[in-house]
């Protein structure tokens, strides 16, 4: 009995010891347990949180990991606490605003040296040409899922977004609850910008999303949407290509539609507030993503497109998780395809109106 | 005694810094325009103005309003018999009923919630608006049985037994004696009841599938959707106003019934 005690004993110890020894084999540089405050979208990293635990492991360090539901949010939270975040992970025009605002520092390009593997879509893009203060960490565009078994897919492709004027579809559309995606499907289908800042073209969108409250009388929600249209519960909705991608590889009967009127191209990217706590340690972390590994970790996870050419590749091409699945790649080149630009003065404005078009009778 | 009184400062400290500054802050905001600069303020009535002006914000202020009086009114309803039935019977059994109907109240609402919504999903033809007043109703109901079988159990049987002397029948005794002496109890179970159902939105927002706005959702939405501080500060004491004005009605009622 002692013996097996023993045993047992010298078991437990070995185990202990070894963990501690493996990693501190891995450790790459010693940050004596910093913490890195990261800031992310939820449910915006691969599923056991592997990419931060590598992290955590090559450099000692802690990471205080948060998530936000929209930019508005992380913007509030910005302005209204003095968390000093060490990384976000805002949208484009998002970013805009903070670099317009001085709110971010420049990266550390000697730390950050893997961004020729940055596939052609998300290079030199507008808000931040050179990536002097962002690197892209995800992106998507915005599209209509449907139940091919209740919506001919000839139809919906036909229609585009005017399908959500369509009074088929009446009780059985979920509508994301996002004013400046509604804004941009009412815009597009009209014909205008989606940075539109013409007053006259916003009431012609607002009439037009009034005409849509009242015509199909749609579920207002987030992502809700994602397990609602996998589970069959509704016939339609607006959703990011990354949850269709997600929807579609949970229920086959779902497709993903990519509207030809033209829809809005989003990349999600990695910044450094200006008051961040741990510059280097930051600036370490947006390298670590942006690896291979991670990033493939990442966008397999999430279902949307990886900013790394060759994840892409990979994952969308013979044998990948999303082989063939048209939501996961987002289009690229198309003309009619925008990237939000900031819209300070409208910003209110649109919720406001917004707010109203839900609300209304 | 003087000890005593000691001891009540910490709790005075977290009022007043959890409680009466945000208000003072609510206060301040929704008396102001223009959110982020503090340094020049600019006292406005604007956003009161643009509230009450616009008739959608007035629906949605009606609709909130509505759905907790419904609420409340089904509460009673359905509370005051059951509350009337616990208190008949034995003490014992009296005190596992309660028992039985507190123990609801001990799990988390938002759980509760998800698993109504799950158990409502199977329901396709029922209206959203019902599936709303079955959550909220739900939710509510032990308050208004506990207050109101507090109320009818603390009552004197010896007053039912001089209303039979006196030659009134079960259903006399009950509209002449009970009802009116339980009267407390139900407008402190009104008061548990229809305040926070004024303002609760995660119900109709989970259960009512996103075709609700109410007043709550308004408040979330301009403080972190819209960032319009200022605005949301004006609903968010305009709710409080109709609060306050709901309890000083209801404590007015007691009294009234008191005296009688």
């Known amino acids: 009995m002692k013996k097996i005690l023993s045993a047992l004993m010298a078991l437990v110890l070995v185990s202990l010891v070894f963990p501690v020894l493996a990693g501190a084999e891995d450790v790459v540089e010693d940050f004596h347990g910093a913490v890195l405050n990261v800031f992310n979208w939820g449910s915006y990293i691969d599923e056991d949180e592997q990419v931060l635990e590598s992290f955590k492991k090559k450099y000692n360090c802690e990471i205080n990991y948060k998530n936000y539901d929209s930019n508005e949010t992380l913007y509030t939270k910005l302005l209204g606490g003095d968390d000093p975040w060490d990384i976000l992970v805002p949208s484009d025009y998002m970013i805009e605003r903070l670099i317009k605002e001085k709110r971010l520092q420049p990266l550390d390009k000697s730390i950050i040296d893997n961004l020729d593997n940055l596939a052609e879509p998300v290079r030199n893009l507008a808000f931040d040409p050179d990536n002097t203060y962002s690197v892209p960490y995800l992106w998507q565009s915005v599209g209509i899922v449907y139940d091919t078994t209740k919506l001919d897919p000839a139809l919906v492709e036909e229609k585009g977004w005017e399908i959500f004027l369509d009074p088929s579809i009446k009780g059985h559309a979920y509508m994301y609850d996002s004013a400046r995606d509604a804004f941009m499907i009412a815009l597009k289908s009209l014909g205008y910008s989606a940075n539109s800042e013409n007053l006259e073209e916003i009431d012609a969108a607002n009439e037009w999303l009034l005409n849509m409250h009242r015509t199909i009388d749609p579920s207002y929600v987030t992502d809700e949407m994602i397990d609602g249209m996998a589970e069959g519960l509704k016939w339609i909705s607006l959703g990011y290509s990354g949850d269709i991608a997600y929807i579609i590889s949970e229920n086959e009967d779902m497709a993903f539609c990519a509207p030809w009127q033209g829809t809005n191209i989003a990349v999600d990217a990695m910044v450094i507030p200006a008051n961040a706590g741990n510059p280097r340690l930051a600036n370490l972390f947006i390298r670590h993503v942006t690896e291979y590994e991670s990033s493939l970790l990442i966008s397999d996870y999430t279902g949307y497109a990886s900013p790394n050419a060759q994840v892409l590749e990979e994952l969308y091409g013979p044998g990948g998780t999303y082989e063939g699945n048209s939501a996961y790649m987002p289009r690229a080149g198309y003309a009619a395809d925008e990237i939000y630009v900031d819209l300070p003065d409208l910003a209110g404005e649109l919720n406001h109106r917004w707010t109203k078009v839900m609300a209304a009778q | ?260």
């Open chain 2, 1 to 260: 005694m003087k000890s005593f009184v000691r001891m009540s400062y910490p709790y005075i400290l977290w009022i007043g810094i959890f409680v009466v500054a945000p208000m003072i802050m609510i206060l301040l905001y929704a008396f102001t325009r223009g959110g982020n600069s503090t340094l020049t303020i600019h006292f406005t009535l604007e956003n009161f103005g643009r509230f009450f002006s616009d008739p959608d914000f007035m629906r949605v202020l009606w609709t909130s309003l509505r759905i907790a009086f419904i609420t409340t009114v089904v509460c009673i309803l359905i509370g005051y018999p059951a509350a009337l039935f616990i208190a008949n019977l034995p003490e014992r059994r009296q005190t596992l009923m309660i028992l039985l109907i507190t123990l609801p109240m001990w799990i988390n609402m938002l759980l509760k919630t998800y698993a109504w919504r799950g158990i409502l999903l199977n329901f396709d033809d029922m209206s959203s608006e019902i599936k709303v007043f079955i959550g909220m109703v739900y939710d509510f109901l032990p308050y208004m049985i506990i207050q109101i079988h507090t109320a009818i159990a603390k009552l004197d049987r010896e007053l039912l037994t001089a209303s039979y002397d006196l030659g009134a029948d079960k259903w006399k005794s009950f509209l002449k004696v009970t009802l009116p002496l339980s009267i407390p109890g139900i407008i402190s179970g009104v008061t548990l009841v229809f305040l926070p159902a004024v303002s609760s939105f995660v119900i109709p927002k989970l259960l009512g599938g996103g075709n609700y706005v109410l007043i709550g959702t308004l408040i979330e939405n301009y403080f972190l959707v819209a960032g319009d501080w200022n605005f949301g500060s004006a609903i968010s004491l305009i709710m409080a106003l109709i609060i306050i004005a709901a309890m000083y009605f209801t404590r007015k009622i007691d009294r009234a019934a008191e005296e009688e």
